[in-house]
């Protein structure tokens, strides 16, 4: 059986992102170059695909709220 303290670690973000954190460091402690030159480009095209899509998202969302507030009312017969 489970215990809520189980349930609880199991999804607990803050330690999985540390452990993660510190299974990327020991890879890259490790020094294996190539090691290093994967987590190197990883992290670059990680990086590119969610700042794009964090732009792609602001500029659909600003585009929006531009429309919505330049439009006329309509006017009455």
Do not use: C, K, W, Y
């Not at 330690?15 to 294996?32: I, K, M, P, S």
């Not at 992290?43 to 500029?59: D, E, N, R, S």
Request: charged fraction near 10%; aromatic fraction near 4%; hydrophobic fraction near 50%.
């Amino acid at each position: 059986m489970f215990s809520i303290e189980t349930v609880a670690l199991q999804v607990d973000p803050v330690a999985n992102v540390e452990q993660l954190v510190e299974g990327f460091g020991q890879v890259a402690a490790n020094g294996d170059p190539l090691s290093i030159a994967l987590l190197v480009v990883g992290a670059v095209l990680t990086g590119v695909a969610a700042g794009g899509f964090g732009l792609l998202a602001a500029g659909s969302l600003l585009s929006g709220l531009a429309r919505s507030l330049s439009r006329e009312p309509p006017r009455g017969a």
